[in-house]
């Protein structure tokens, strides 16, 4: 790695996800034990936060079909209509023109506004959910960027699909969610503030923000246990049992949502009848033999070919974002335009055509009463045409199949990585649609007697290009299958899949995974990097250790939050019981004597929130002259609700990170009481802890810091998630 991707990688700080156990929240706790309703609240208010969610992402998924489906409509009617009444010229005009601006207002959305909007946002949840705070990813701000910019990049032509930033959006709406009394809480009596922060913690906001890219999954693909195992096997780093009937019931609402109101759209109301965004249809009864599998697994093999070429080719730095997907949008409006032109490829219409069918042939310069295959291929919105590969019957010709390969190949290729709002589900579908139709095509010339069925290849050339990209196995095969409604399809898919799988895992990691390191995100992974298995926590823990005494004068604690970027200090005491505030006080020992002992560990932003509130203890004398501890006049107690993290929490420098601090002349010399506050169990590991263990720790219980003792409990250095954060050079070479 360069000198500036690690300097980009430590720029990223790490989440909260360890539970806190304090005297301050066990007060907090015990206080609303017996407080009327919170238990209640408790209970009923995650369930109906998961509703929320589903309901939001399920109205904003129609929002965003119905607004493609339209501009995508008005687009190529203008075209056509330019090509019947005006010329071919102006048809390309007009057709490259409404390109160009479209993916120009996504492209401007995106670098004006919200540059982490870009892209698909998969990669950047990932992060997040292993426990990497990635800057704004969840902000309002960020959704409305997402969704306006996806509406404008898909419905201008780019070779990308809504799917993929369907799940950054659920996944920003449940952060808004979580955090939307933000105003009335800021008018609240603190009795109050308990109810609506009670979910604002980092471990509450990562199981809401889980379920809600699960959520934009199953909008995405009508399939709620689909988008459960996505966010299961692609997202998430952590799961329970709890997290996956919340998540589940957050994905049917989302999903029920999108189908009532795309059956309301479509004139019945109560008819629940329509799909997801995206649906493939039924296939015929027995639509392929055992023996078929063959050259299923075929497709497996040299998708993954494909696969491995385009995972080197991605993320290509551009000078000017904008310019570059104007660019690339003119150029995807050109190809799809001129190539019918210069390849016809004329066929009479099939004599029974429904009205949904015909729909999806386009004349375009044949004759009356044909059509064109490649205008087809071209003029129609990627959905249809991925449905058209698996359910038209007439043959589609190898010589158009091979150009759509190579065109959206190709185009998928440049536009994974551009400044709009992308994903790749529906581009990786199409080139796996038409090589696998073009299979299905050589195998039926070869086996004209075996009634073969070329849209069943199309579906498993989609799936194992999917699959070969992205390493779902699990959750793609349900996916396709609620998709499908085709139980049939079972066995090709798993088979397929299964083996993309491992063909791609022989070559590369998944395109995921890939642009986690190439964004340099901090990621800790299931297993330490090779050669690390023999080496323990002593080896890896960083030193010198900076700790705090349990009762610390206010100008150390200044002075380290000054000198220092660390967010967590471990505290510690001396085997002397140490007596508590209003009581005889000896002078705080240095952390520097001998034999101190871990009693916790306390986060920056708590010593910060300590200092703003001004929670000091100045030195008095007492009745008998000893000297005693007093609570200042002006100091106030934070409260834990105090501690909670704002939407999207950020590095910022030391100047601002200790804005709000002001000591006063005296201060300096007055003490506070860490001990209400730190975190009295935080979890520790002994020097000669195995490193693998430690990164199981670290993975499983959502750690940011790990104190590192000997037998006698006595810290000796602390490891933090960017100490074990994954060595991306093995990958990227």
């Avoid at 809401?208 to 709620?224: I, L, M, N, Q």
């Avoid at 494909?306 to 997907?325: F, G, N, P, Q, S």
């Avoid at 297993?527 to 610390?552: F, K, S």
């Avoid at 609700?641 to 002001?662: I, Q, Y």
Wanted: hydrophobic residues 50%.
């Amino acid at each position: 790695m360069t000198a500036a991707e690690v300097a980009r990688m430590n720029s990223y700080e790490s989440l909260d996800y360890e539970v806190w156990y304090s005297e301050a929240q066990e007060a907090f706790e015990e206080e609303n034990q017996g407080a009327k309703g919170y238990a209640w609240f408790m209970a009923v208010m995650p369930w109906l936060a998961m509703f929320a969610i589903g309901l939001a992402t399920g109205i904003v998924s129609f929002g965003i079909f119905q607004a493609v489906k339209n501009l995508a409509a008005t687009r190529f009617a203008l075209t056509f209509w330019m090509l019947d009444h005006v010329s071919l010229g102006a048809a390309f005009a007009a057709y490259a023109a409404w390109a160009g601006v479209s993916v120009g207002i996504a492209s401007l959305l995106v670098m004006g506004i919200e540059p982490v909007a870009g892209g698909s946002g998969i990669p950047e949840i990932k992060g997040y959910l292993n426990g990497t705070n990635v800057h704004k990813l969840m902000r309002l701000k960020t959704a409305v960027v997402k969704v306006l910019g996806v509406i404008f990049a898909v419905s201008g032509g780019l070779t990308c699909g809504k799917e993929g930033p369907l799940v950054h959006t659920g996944f920003a709406l449940a952060g808004n969610i979580v955090h939307l009394p933000k105003m009335a809480t800021a008018c609240a009596t603190r009795a109050s503030r308990k109810y609506w922060q009670a979910f604002r913690s980092d471990v509450h906001k990562r199981d809401f923000v889980t379920a809600g890219a699960a959520a934009g999954v199953a909008a995405a693909f009508g399939a709620p246990v689909g988008g459960v195992l996505f966010a299961l096997e692609e997202a998430s780093s952590y799961w329970q049992l709890q997290l996956m009937w919340r998540s589940f019931f957050c994905a049917l609402i989302a999903t029920f949502t999108l189908i009532f109101f795309r059956s309301g759209s479509e004139g019945s109301w109560l008819d629940l009848s329509s799909p997801g965004l995206i649906t493939f249809g039924e296939f015929k009864p027995n639509a392929y033999r055992l023996w078929e599998l063959i050259p299923f697994l075929g497709l497996a093999v040299c998708n993954n070919a494909l696969c491995r070429w385009r995972r080197d080719h991605i993320e290509k730095a551009a000078t000017i974002r904008v310019l570059e997907a104007v660019a690339i949008a003119v150029l995807t409006a050109a190809l799809s335009f001129w190539l019918p032109v210069a390849l016809q490829s004329c066929k009479e219409l099939p004599a029974r055509l429904s009205v949904d069918d015909a729909e999806h042939y386009h004349r375009f310069l044949c004759k009356p009463g044909e059509y064109s295959a490649m205008a087809n291929a071209m003029f129609n919105t990627q959905e249809d045409i991925i449905k058209g590969f698996f359910h038209i019957e007439d043959p589609y010709p190898i010589p158009v199949l091979l150009i759509v390969l190579a065109l959206y190949f190709g185009l998928a290729t440049i536009t994974y990585g551009l400044a709009v709002p992308a994903g790749l589900f529906v581009p990786a579908i199409m080139c796996g649609c038409a090589y696998g139709r073009m299979a299905g095509e050589a195998m039926d010339s070869l086996f004209p007697s075996a009634d073969i069925d070329s849209g069943v290849y199309a579906l498993i050339g989609a799936a194992t290009a999917l699959g070969g990209i992205t390493r779902m196995t699990i959750s793609l095969t349900v996916i396709l299958l609620e998709t499908t409604n085709d139980i049939q399809m079972l066995l090709p898919l798993m088979v397929g899949v299964i083996v993309s799988k491992w063909v791609g895992d022989w070559f590369n990691i998944s395109l995921y995974d890939l642009h986690v390191e190439l964004k340099c995100i901090p990621f800790v992974e299931n297993n330490p990097p090779a050669g690390l298995e023999r080496l323990t926590a002593r080896d890896i823990m960083v030193t010198p250790l900076v700790t705090l005494p349990h009762l610390v004068t206010v100008g150390a604690v200044y002075d380290v939050l000054v000198s220092t970027s660390h967010n967590g200090f471990p505290v510690v005491a001396h085997r002397a019981s140490a007596p508590a505030p209003q009581q005889l006080l000896a002078p705080p020992s240095s952390p520097s004597s001998s034999d101190p002992r871990l009693v916790g560990i306390i986060l920056r932003s708590h010593l910060l929130s300590l200092l703003r509130h001004r929670t000091f203890y100045h030195e008095l004398d007492g009745p008998d002259g000893s000297p005693v501890l007093d609570l200042a006049q002006d100091a106030s107690i934070p409260h834990v609700l105090d501690f909670a993290p704002s939407l999207s929490s950020t590095s910022d420098a030391l100047a601002t990170d200790l804005a709000g601090v002001a000591l006063r002349p005296g201060d300096r010399d007055a003490f506070i009481d860490l001990r209400p506050f730190l975190n009295k169990a935080p979890f520790r590991v002994l020097l000669e802890t195995p490193v693998p263990r430690v990164y199981r720790t670290f993975r499983s219980m959502g750690l940011r810091h790990l104190c590192v003792v000997d037998e006698n409990n006595t810290p000796h250095g602390i490891i933090t998630r960017k100490d074990i954060r994954t060595d991306f050079t093995v990958d990227l070479n």
